[in-house]
C-alpha cells in the first residue's frame, strides 16, 4: 500500500464509533522503515488545516483493520492526542 492510499482513507475509533479523520501523514523507523504511527488531525482540523493545534498519534499496534475505505482503530482519544509544536 502506497502514502497516497493510505491518506485516502477514513479513521474510525472502534471504543466509541468516532470518526476521526483521515491520515495525514505517518511516522517510521528509520532504520527498518517499519510504520511506527499514523498522523490524524485532531479535532477541529478540516484536511490538516484552520483551527485546532493538535493531533493524534496512533501507534500502528492499535489499528485493528486496514479495509478499502476506512481504517479501524481502538485507542482512548485522550491518550494519544497531541499537541502540535
Known amino acids: 500500500m502506497r502514502m497516497c492510499e ?8 472502534t471504543c466509541d464509533c468516532k470518526r476521526l479523520g483521515c491520515v495525514v501523514d505517518i511516522e517510521f523507523d528509520s532504520c527498518s522503515g517499519q510504520i511506527e504511527a499514523i498522523i490524524v488531525p485532531g479535532p477541529g482540523k478540516i ?5 485546532a493545534d493538535s493531533e ?3 501507534p500502528f499496534a492499535c489499528i485493528c483493520k486496514i479495509g478499502p475505505d476506512i481504517i479501524l482503530v481502538e485507542i482512548r482519544e485522550e491518550k494519544f492526542l497531541k499537541k502540535c509544536s
Not at 47 to 51: S, T, Y
Open 56 to 58: 493524534y498519534v496512533i
Open 6 to 13: 493510505l491518506r485516502e482513507k477514513e479513521v474510525i475509533n
Open 47 to 51: 484536511c490538516g488545516f484552520l483551527a
